[in-house]
């Protein structure tokens, strides 16, 4: 550590008093990246564990007039780089954030803290019959603050949405230390732009969530109906996908896992799934009574009119429950085989047959194995792209297969992030995605937030 | 007309090839101002009735290159003065680009011009299976982008949002000309910033939107069943708003007329209404078979516990219809009773019976006649401060009165606009609402879009 920084700690100590400041080489190193393989990532210099929003707004305006810079973190989940640390920056977790401030039954708002897990605000509205839908895969561990921050998506959204559509208002710490609320408590409001839904998605480079004001909804008035099908080739579950929603139905949940997932996740937990099938498509309705029966059917009827080898309709809660797990369980199932590189890819749901096949094409082209998984439902794929630990000539293979599935995904009319953010990983696709102009408009916002450039930057937009 | 002005206008016409371009006096008074009553309004220049994106872009142009300001509007169906004319400014409106470019029915989305009627499109997506919720009770005469340009509310909001929840991406005029393609067509997407997010409700002073991307739900699936409840005072009402929201009921429908508006719709259009209440609660729910029942009795037993005059359950389609065509009378048939000053403020629900009775001691203290209709379910408060004709006095006292009912939903947790936007009727309301620095902050965005001021100047946000 240069003698520098041993100065520059003592002084971010004084800053934020009461707050823990880390500088260990090795807690550096374990907050200098999120979940991301592969993204660059720098050891940050301090890490701040803020347990009030007074002691990130001192981190901020400490970083702010010492010309450090700023990278936010929750439960570093992320899956783009987001949060890896950059050269001189000090990384501000917020995971003891975790106060929920007030359910409100009435309203059906809480208010939680950033560093709140998405399980514990869910466990908690839920004693007063709410429900917060947001389900990212990573919902017993991720924080609300990293969930806003990344507008994560998850398994309900293709009936019930995303992040963004449950956060009414924000307070932020702005790039110089103030503090601003955003948005709104009430059903509605148009009280100037809409600088809450801006911050939502924006990766902490215009300012830190630190509170959230989130609309819920009732818990109550949903039957769960779960329908598995089992397919013998993945562009045949595309199918079943893209026709499931040209009949117009919207199911509460409508996932793939592929072959490669299925055994990767059997190998680990022993949890009997079905084998010698390419892929499984998970899908669940939730209307109560005889209406949500006939969408079931429906949906059965769709998974065996695209070709379905088998359909399970009315499989057993515990079935349902188990077969659902098994698609949580799917990402770290598949990274104890290997390093992995995600994809987040999000096509026309009418392209989600021909993407799959393009996936499997390119596994082949460029001899990497690609497992699958993916929120059918929205279109929303993620190839995993596996190679082996210390094999540098399948990495390389690995990036360009990377790079060539976004380049498919674009002439399919797709985006080349539909969850989980541009963070580092996406720069390149974004860069592709969004016109020279667009950029520029993002430059411009990003300049009137932060001119100084102080919060975490070079992500979530190409420069 | 200043001798200057007629080569402005010459030298527009030239510009905008292909374009009308008014300059009558009687067509520069027609479009001066939008349906905001007492909001300020100059002549403009010039309206051009723009065919295309192209015209739009000229346009734009044109007066960024002569010093000129851009005043876009739709139907001119606003209600704070947001597609008023300011000086020296041409009037851009869309109502001509009403091209519904494509429906996909397997995406569920629909590209549609600025221009085309929101009733129009619901019509066109009808004939598909799919469905355009948000329903402004101008729905049959505003145009989508105007409902874009001010997060267009509605009745349907209560359950199925606003506005903003179905706008997927957007084709944006910038304040040089320049035209972007800002958001997305597939289900989800976080590529950048959501800056499709921040133009809705922006009321053309960030860009003008031309084109829009929007998402739709299927027809299907839903059984309307009306309540309706009688009740002897707002208040009573009020409550029972309140206790149907505390008790995790999310109706289709929850609106609000008073006696005042009931009498106004009867003496306009002889429509039957029940007379001699003071408020009546119109309801819907559109949960399928035993579910809605359910649903439709918890409404009756919350507005009976209330304190309801009469409770109708299951009252025939044919009279929920009249009901809600009462509601949707309601705004021009008050109009006839005198200019009317219309307030848009949103409370929370809870406080929904305590802000009608402080509107109705506010009315006594003013001595001006308040009618009241209200998206009650949202704490969504219409006050319509009447004043007669010609009555400069009444007019003051009303002025005083809409300042008042500002006040008492800022006191009570509220924002000063739920839909209708700030335009220039909510400035000094938004100032009040949001933080100094927060104003910093929209100027500095405002900066980001249009440094040199072109679009629309003096709107959305206090200065």
Same mark, same amino acid.
């Given at each position: 550590?240069?003698?520098?920084?041993?100065?520059?700690?003592?002084?971010?100590?004084?800053?934020?008093?009461?707050?823990?400041?880390?500088?260990?080489?090795?807690?550096?190193?374990?907050?200098?990246?999120?979940?991301?393989?592969?993204?660059?990532?720098?050891?940050?210099?301090?890490?701040?564990?803020?347990?009030?929003?007074?002691?990130?707004?001192?981190?901020?305006?400490?970083?702010?007039?010492?010309?450090?810079?700023?990278?936010?973190?929750?439960?570093?989940?992320?899956?783009?780089?987001?949060?890896?640390?950059?050269?001189?920056?000090?990384?501000?977790?917020?995971?003891?954030?975790?106060?929920?401030?007030?359910?409100?039954?009435?309203?059906?708002?809480?208010?939680?803290?950033?560093?709140?897990?998405?399980?514990?605000?869910?466990?908690?509205?839920?004693?007063?019959?709410?429900?917060?839908?947001?389900?990212?895969?990573?919902?017993?561990?991720?924080?609300?603050?990293?969930?806003?921050?990344?507008?994560?998506?998850?398994?309900?959204?293709?009936?019930?949405?995303?992040?963004?559509?449950?956060?009414?208002?924000?307070?932020?710490?702005?790039?110089?230390?103030?503090?601003?609320?955003?948005?709104?408590?009430?059903? &509605?409001?148009?009280?100037?732009?809409?600088?809450?839904?801006?911050?939502?998605?924006?990766?902490?480079?215009?300012?830190?969530?630190?509170?959230?004001?989130? &609309?819920?909804?009732?818990?109550?008035?949903?039957?769960?109906?779960?329908?598995?099908?089992?397919?013998?080739?993945?562009?045949?579950?595309?199918?079943?996908?893209?026709?499931?929603?040209?009949?117009?139905?919207?199911?509460?949940?409508?996932?793939?896992?592929?072959?490669?997932?299925?055994?990767?996740?059997?190998?680990?937990?022993?949890?009997?799934?079905?084998?010698?099938?390419?892929?499984?498509?998970?899908?669940?309705?939730?209307?109560?009574?005889?209406?949500?029966?006939?969408?079931?059917?429906?949906?059965?009827?769709?998974?065996?009119?695209?070709?379905?080898?088998?359909?399970?309709?009315?499989?057993?809660?515990?079935?349902?429950?188990?077969?659902?797990?098994?698609?949580?369980?799917?990402?770290?199932?598949?990274?104890?085989?290997?390093?992995?590189?995600?994809?987040?890819?999000?096509?026309?749901?009418?392209?989600?047959?021909?993407?799959?096949?393009?996936?499997?094409?390119?596994?082949?082209?460029?001899?990497?194995?690609?497992?699958?998984?993916?929120?059918?439902?929205?279109?929303?794929?993620?190839?995993?792209?596996?190679?082996?630990?210390?094999?540098?000539?399948?990495?390389?293979?690995? &990036?360009?297969?990377?790079?060539?599935?976004?380049?498919?995904?674009?002439?399919?009319?797709?985006?080349?992030?539909?969850?989980?953010?541009?963070?580092?990983? &996406?720069?390149?696709?974004?860069?592709?995605?969004?016109?020279?102009?667009?950029?520029?408009? %993002?430059?411009?916002?990003? %300049?009137?937030?932060?001119?100084?450039?102080?919060?975490?930057?070079?992500?979530?937009?190409?420069?």
């Amino acid at each position: 550590m240069p003698f520098g920084s041993v100065s520059v700690v003592a002084d971010l100590r004084a800053a934020v008093e009461g707050a823990d400041v880390l500088a260990d080489p090795s807690d550096l190193a374990r907050y200098a990246h999120d979940d991301a393989e592969w993204a660059d990532f720098a050891d940050p210099i301090a890490v701040v564990l803020a347990e009030s929003i007074d002691q990130v707004a001192a981190t901020v305006r400490f970083a702010a007039t010492s010309g450090l810079h700023v990278v936010a973190r929750g439960a570093g989940t992320g899956l783009s780089g987001g949060a890896n640390a950059t050269a001189r920056s000090i990384v501000l977790s917020l995971e003891r954030m975790t106060r929920i401030v007030e359910i409100d039954p009435g309203e059906r708002i809480a208010v939680a803290e950033a560093g709140v897990l998405n399980d514990d605000l869910r466990r908690a509205v839920a004693a007063h019959g709410l429900w917060y839908p947001p389900d990212p895969a990573s919902h017993r561990i991720s924080t609300l603050g990293g969930n806003a921050a990344t507008n994560a998506g998850g398994i309900c959204c293709v009936k019930y949405g995303v992040t963004r559509d449950y956060v009414l208002g924000l307070t932020v710490v702005l790039a110089d230390g103030e503090v601003v609320r955003l948005g709104r408590r009430t059903a &509605k409001g148009v009280t100037g732009y809409d600088l809450s839904a801006l911050m939502v998605g924006s990766e902490g480079t215009l300012g830190i969530i630190v509170e959230l004001t989130l &609309k819920l909804l009732p818990l109550g008035g949903r039957e769960e109906r779960a329908v598995v099908g089992s397919f013998d080739a993945l562009e045949t579950a595309g199918r079943a996908v893209a026709e499931i929603s040209a009949a117009g139905i919207v199911p509460s949940a409508l996932e793939l896992i592929d072959r490669t997932c299925i055994e990767a996740v059997d190998a680990w937990k022993g949890l009997g799934l079905p084998h010698g099938v390419e892929a499984l498509l998970l899908a669940r309705v939730d209307e109560v009574g005889a209406a949500g029966d006939a969408l079931a059917s429906q949906v059965a009827e769709r998974m065996a009119h695209a070709g379905a080898l088998t359909v399970e309709r009315g499989a057993s809660p515990a079935d349902a429950d188990r077969l659902f797990l098994a698609r949580r369980l799917a990402y770290p199932a598949v990274q104890r085989l290997g390093p992995v590189l995600t994809e987040d890819i999000c096509v026309p749901r009418a392209r989600v047959p021909e993407m799959l096949a393009r996936i499997q094409a390119t596994a082949s082209e460029h001899d990497v194995v690609i497992a699958n998984i993916a929120h059918a439902g929205d279109g929303n794929l993620h190839p995993l792209i596996i190679a082996p630990e210390g094999d540098d000539a399948a990495k390389a293979r690995a &990036k360009l297969a990377f790079d060539r599935i976004v380049e498919d995904c674009r002439e399919l009319g797709g985006t080349v992030t539909g969850e989980h953010g541009v963070g580092l990983l &996406k720069l390149a696709g974004a860069s592709a995605e969004l016109s020279p102009r667009v950029v520029e408009l %993002h430059r411009a916002v990003k %300049h009137a937030f932060d001119p100084a450039g102080v919060l975490n930057p070079g992500k979530a937009f190409p420069t």
